[in-house]
């Protein structure tokens, strides 16, 4: 694939965050990282277009966070209080 000299401004604790994961050996570069960052957000978005397309629409918010609860992309909800 072509790569593309480009550049970006991204907070600094994002930064610390991607060269701290370069570092620890879980991304080869900084580019690296950022382009892995890119696909994932270029999948996720033709991911709700093929769902916007099976429901004639965006997805129901209640079905969309079944979803992510099932493939566990989002930590599950905190108890409510102490049970007695």
Known sequence: MRSERVTVT??????AVARE????????????????AVTARQTRDRSLAVLADLYGGPPPPDELDAA??????VPPPAPLGRPR
């Open 10 to 15: 991204l907070p600094a604790e994002l930064v």
């Open 68 to 73: 992510r609860r099932s493939l566990r992309l």
């Open 21 to 36: 994961a370069v570092r620890a050996g879980h991304s080869s570069s900084l580019s690296a990282y950022v382009a892995e």
